[in-house]
């Protein structure tokens, strides 16, 4: 498994390129979080949690994940 963790203030996304089906929802839908052109490609920051959260669920393949952000 090839799971990377992109974490953020409140909200942390993991992504599994093995899973991915390159549907672009993702980039699509929250282009100000997930920008294919830009590294890392995922900000969680760029956007509220709600937002973030309600886009990997639009998710087809499950390659995206929600993942609570761990705080000291």
């Keep these: 498994m090839t799971r990377k963790s992109f974490e953020g203030r409140d909200v942390t996304v993991s992504f599994d390129p093995e899973v991915c089906q390159h549907s ?12 294919a052109n830009r590294k890392p490609w995922i900000d969680p920051d760029g956007a509220s949690v709600e937002e973030v959260i309600a886009q990997v669920g639009r998710c087809p393949s499950g390659a995206l994940r929600i993942e609570p952000t761990e705080t000291e």
């Design 24 to 35: 672009g929802n993702c980039v699509r839908g929250l282009a100000a979080v997930f920008d």
